[in-house]
């Protein structure tokens, strides 16, 4: 019903810069939150950054002041700028989308997850 597009992973020396995007498509009604995830090996998956529809945000704290989210309500697409990257920062990182769809009706919300996209920050 709803289909997530992520890209812009990929390898880059500690201190570097990558920007994420995340694309929904689909049959979809209306979109409330949408965020980040991420995912290091042998650790549980946690919240990196979080935008509402109207446009508030929440960061993880190790995140905070390095890292950027927004989001384009036209394009339904969100977005991570991730600066001054850190080998603890290495991770999976999921789009997620919190989603009304035109099957489900307009008042019910369901969580939408990408397929991950590999992060990479060496030392």
């Known amino acids: 019903q709803v289909q997530l597009v992520e890209s812009g992973g990929g390898s880059v020396q500690a201190g570097g810069s990558l920007r994420l995007s995340c694309a929904a498509s689909?049959?979809?009604?209306?979109?409330?939150?949408m965020g980040w995830y991420r995912q290091a090996p042998g650790k549980q998956r946690e919240l990196v950054a979080r935008?509402?529809?109207?446009?508030?945000?929440n960061y993880a704290d190790s995140v905070k002041g390095r890292f950027t989210i927004s989001r384009d309500n036209a394009k339904n697409t969100v977005y991570l700028v991730m600066s001054s990257l850190k080998p603890e920062d290495t991770a999976v990182y999921y789009c997620?989308?919190?989603?009304?769809?035109?099957?489900?009706?307009?008042?019910?919300?369901?969580?939408?997850w990408g397929q991950g996209t590999q992060v990479t920050v060496s030392s």
């Open positions: 997620n989308v919190v989603a009304s769809t035109v099957v489900l009706g307009p008042f019910i919300f369901a969580d939408y």
């Open positions: 689909g049959s979809i009604f209306s979109i409330n939150a």
């Open positions: 935008v509402t529809k109207g446009g508030s945000t």
